[in-house]
């Protein structure tokens, strides 16, 4: 008999980073290793679930950056080009190690996802994986959920806040409901950042969950009656679910994380670094500047620099182990808790970076495919469910106001909001400031002013996306984040300008619609207020 269940929520998201005036772009390979090393590869998993006929629950948020960028032609056509050098790269990669049979067979393990992730790409799912996604929703097994239009961060959009909050849920509901042809039944708030009142925007567009951090539940008025294991209804009667420490603390964790393992590959030795830098030239950024190749012939093994080559059948076991691990602590967590929540089985709400598995953790979806599988086959006292379908189960939850809170270090914004990144607020507030102004002022706008309306509320968008703060607070990749936050307040600017002078130049409309081509369908009016 079943005593509870467990949601495993994994968060798809990358910025929108697009840029058709270049032939090659260094930040355009965040989507395309994405693509190859975690969304192939999960995809793969729920086809070999399906294909076995395995009963299983999953969740994914896809972000709406996300989505626009998967079902982007030129991306779609540079993401082949990249995967082809890649392929290239690793025939070499079996002719220069064929005098070492271990790093020759690892060479040919990579020659072989390679290709068969062009298979699936390009004949499979003819270069749109958002289809895929679409298909095991439709077929009952996976709940895809959405985010904020471009993954902003709500509790410091402070000026004209209710018009801003809004603009970033309706434009993500709606792409959903255009690509899946449905409303979401969740959405992932942006760094699970919540602020008292932000679900009133998300009931209005039909959203019936959404997710918080631990302490968002633990610290909400009244005290929770069963902690984080049970969705709570706000006054508005949007449902909200809190991330189990425990749970995540086994993935996540640095010390004790399962991605740790020795036997694990180890994702900072790429042969992109490693090797000659004449012979790997032609595979790395066009400027020179050496990059991760996804190639990588090692193992973590220890602390130490040294490293012993990456044994693949010892670390799928160590997966194998580790989700057995993973499902008894959850079954004993779930045991406990039954005991203890009378009539009401408890859920776990396990969430978790979705790029984590396969591009850091390179077993994770190994680890999630035994994990599915073992809990449908090895025991019988939890089950894998979705937010979703765990709300249908009662018709009474506790009604509860969630504390303003965030995930990341202290749990208050403080990652978005620190001295490397707080200088970019006082231009979102002013463009949230001027997008209301010129919305009220242009009612029924038409011809070009309307294009620029709509390219200002593509801007601002864009402007608001948490991806930028953090990039400056972690100090990867900061001037392409620093030049993002420019461009856009600067093209935002320049149309506000335009609009009020009555002097609009449609080659510079055009221009920067064909260059941010995100939401086509969008409506500047959602920033209306009178």
Known sequence: MVKGYVAIVLHAHLPFVRHPEFEN?????????????????????????????????LTISLSPTLISMLMDPNLQCKYLKYLGKLIELSEKEIDRTKWDAQFNALAHMYHSNLTEARRMFADEYKANLVTAFKRFQDL???????????????????????????????????????????????????????????????K?????????????????????????FSPY???????????????????????????????????????????????????????GVRINTGIKYYKITGNANHKEPYVPEAARAKAADQAGNFMFNREKQIEHLA?????????????????????????????????????????????????????????????????????????????????????????????????????NNNKGAKGLVLRALNQMARELLLAQSSDWAFIMKTGSHVPYAVERMRE???????????????ALDEEYIKQLEDKYNIFPDIDYSVYRTS
């Not at 600017?493 to 009555?502: F, M, P, V």
Request: proline share 5%.
């Open 25 to 57: 772009f260094l930040e355009e390979n965040w989507l395309f290793e994405a693509i190859t090393e975690t969304y192939i590869p999960l995809i793969k998993v729920l086809d070999g679930l399906s294909r076995d006929g395995v009963d299983y629950k």
């Open 140 to 202: 009952g097994n996976l709940e895809v959920i959405t985010c904020c239009a471009t993954h902003g961060y709500l509790p410091l959009m402070e000026v004209e806040r209710a018009p801003s909050v809004r603009a970033q849920v309706k434009v993500a509901v709606d792409l959903y409901q255009k690509v899946f042809g449905r409303k979401p039944a969740g959405m992932w708030l942006p760094e699970c950042g919540y602020s008292v009142g932000d679900e009133e925007a998300l």
């Open 204 to 228: 209005k567009e039909g959203v019936r969950y959404f997710l918080v951090d631990t302490h968002g539940i633990l610290f909400g008025t009244p005290r929770p009656k069963f902690g984080i």
């Open 233 to 287: 209804l706000t006054k508005a009667g949007v449902a909200f679910y809190g991330r189990d420490t425990e749970s995540s603390k086994a993935v996540w964790s640095a010390v004790e994380g399962y991605p740790g393992d020795y036997n694990y590959r180890e994702f900072y030795r790429d042969i992109g670094f490693d090797l000659d830098y004449d012979y790997i030239k032609p595979y790395i950024n066009p400027d």
């Open 339 to 439: 005991k203890r929540m009378g009539d009401r089985s408890p859920i776990i709400v396990a969430p978790y970076d979705a790029e984590l598995f396969g591009h850091w953790w390179y077993e994770g979806p190994q680890w999630i495919d035994f994990l599915i599988r073992k809990i449908r086959y090895d025991q019988k006292s939890i089950a894998l469910t979705t937010p979703g379908e765990y709300l249908k189960l009662y018709k009474k939850y506790q009604v509860l106001t969630p504390a303003s809170s965030s995930w990341g270090w202290k749990g208050y914004s403080e990652v978005w909001l620190e001295g490397s990144n707080d200088w970019i607020y006082r231009h979102l507030h002013k463009m949230a400031e001027r997008m209301v102004e010129l919305a």
């Open 488 to 502: 856009h307040t600067e093209h935002f600017t320049e149309l506000y300008e335009e609009i009020k002078s009555s």
